[in-house]
């Protein structure tokens, strides 16, 4: 009697220990935190850019911490709501939603909707509930490095950018790219045009067609799929070319097996994995969540440049776009880009 006794005491106390560990695994964070669903801006999730780089940043949490996951690729602007919705009517914990331009569609699914955590990339909110954040970069200080590169690189002392539609993250990265430029060397001539559509990689490639006539020899590609069409075609020609958000080198050049490959000089990257991904361990661990902006800068390594790879960069330019980076990061030198819209200050 008192062996069995003992015997079911320590059965029970192993089922206690284990339940314990299996709800802290299972999220003992924001409410139990177990789940969570994508929402694209218009784009895929393996499109090379910002929709793939949020993915990424995801599924590193899921895989880390044990969640359940979805994603829905949005095929048009009109389908926010209804993408948003869907993942809340599913029970989702926490929505992300990727892109400047379902922000307002994202506020009022937070507004709506206050025991499911939204976590909006590229987005601004002024005034957040608790559940909503929108994780802010500093796509300047990100074009600034690569203009800076881009000064360096040029012969012909013009450059050229092929950026999307004009919302703030557009419009940082260029004029972020158009100072960067100016602080080597005023005396380069910067043209750029703005394509109203991320997804149009022929107009991207027409434009960079049209800037090489000019006389560019480096050419930013700043406007997911259109900018990346655009400096796939200029490497094709034999231009200098940098990415955007995350290492180009890896999706449009296809690791090095795309034509043109070894003209790609840098990408201006974006951590938007990174950034997605602390914001869903905040709500698995129950610590660190923000609402309002969370901000990812040069400062902590948010933003910053890609290696060349192929490419043959001098090494004496990478040191100087590296001393520019340090120099971001401490303060010692300003983009002269409002960090918020992407004006220039001055």
């Known amino acids: 009697m008192r062996k069995t006794f003992w015997t079911t005491l320590v059965i029970l106390s192993v089922v206690i220990l284990t339940l314990s560990a299996c709800g802290a695994q299972g999220g003992g964070g924001k409410a139990g935190f177990n789940s969570v669903c994508l929402v694209t801006d218009v784009g895929r999730v393996n499109d090379g850019t910002f929709n793939q780089y949020a993915y990424e940043g995801m599924m590193t949490a899921v895989e880390e911490f044990d969640l359940e996951s979805t994603y829905i690729e949005t095929q ?8 948003i919705n869907t993942c809340v009517d599913e029970g989702y914990d926490a929505v992300i939603t990727v892109g400047f331009l379902i ?58 950018g092929v950026y999307g539609i004009d919302i703030p993250p557009v419009v940082k990265f260029r004029n972020g790219f158009e100072q960067g430029v100016a602080y080597i060397n005023p005396d380069v001539e910067t043209l750029g045009v703005y394509i109203d559509d991320f997804v149009a990689p022929d107009r991207g490639a027409s434009a960079a067609e049209q800037f090489i006539g000019e006389g560019a020899d480096v050419i930013f590609g700043a406007g997911g799929v259109t900018g990346s ?30 034509p043109g490959a070894e003209y790609l000089i840098s990408s201006a990257m974006k951590r938007v994995d990174l950034g997605v991904y602390n914001n869903i361990e905040f709500l698995v661990k129950g610590t660190g969540w923000t609402s309002g902006l ?53």
């Open 229 to 258: 069409g655009g400096i796939k075609r200029a490497a094709e020609e034999g231009v200098w070319v940098i990415g955007v958000d995350q290492d180009e080198y890896y999706t449009t050049f296809g690791s090095g097996d795309t």
């Open 103 to 160: 922000a307002d569609a994202t506020l009022a699914a937070a507004e709506a909707n206050p025991d499911t955590y939204f976590i909006g990339v590229d987005q601004f909110f002024a005034e957040a509930p608790d559940n909503l954040v929108g994780i802010q970069y500093r796509e300047d200080q990100a074009g600034f490095m690569v203009g800076a590169m881009a000064a360096l690189m040029t012969e012909s002392d013009v450059v050229a």
């Open 76 to 83: 048009a602007q009109t389908d926010y709501e209804t993408n």
């Open 294 to 346: 969370y901000i990812l800068e040069a400062a902590n390594d948010g933003v910053g440049t890609a290696p060349p790879h192929d490419a043959a960069v001098p090494q004496d330019v990478l040191d100087q776009v590296a001393e520019i980076g340090a120099g971001l990061a401490d303060g010692s030198i300003d983009t002269g880009v409002d960090p918020n819209t992407g004006e220039l200050l001055k």
